[in-house]
């Protein structure tokens, strides 16, 4: 069974926290901007790094994939074709949605 875990990042410093859904709210005593929280894909990329909904991919072809959650599974989605998570085995989270939005153009 994979594990549930999300990461966000800080309201106030801007930095990610890694944890489950709720302690990513207030427990902790700060607040988590919810346009940035992404969920534990379950599946790490070929250097063994956690892989979560929002990273940037980029494939042995050199194309960078955002992994996207569509359809009840996470996906790693150039324009609209779609890849399923065979590919994830062979590239490398090289970045976020969020942090490096430039890495998709």
């Known amino acids: 069974m994979r594990e549930i875990k ?9 930095e990610w926290e ?3 859904l709720e302690s990513l709210r207030e427990i902790r005593g700060y607040f ?4 940035t929280v992404g969920q534990f894909t379950g599946l790490k990329d070929k250097n ?3 892989i979560y909904e929002g990273d940037i991919i980029k ?12 359809n009840g599974e996470f996906v790693a989605n150039i324009n609209i074709v779609v890849y399923t ?6 590239g490398q ?4 949605c969020v942090d490096n ?3 998709l153009k």
């Open 101 to 103: 939005p430039e890495l």
């Open 85 to 90: 998570k065979d590919i994830w085995n062979l």
């Open 32 to 35: 988590i901007d919810p346009e």
């Open 6 to 14: 999300f990461r966000g990042k800080r309201v106030d410093n801007g």
């Open 59 to 70: 494939s042995p072809r050199f194309i960078n994939y955002p992994i996207s959650y569509i």
């Open 48 to 50: 063994g790094k956690e």
């Open 18 to 20: 890694f944890g489950y």
């Open 93 to 96: 989270v090289i970045g976020n």
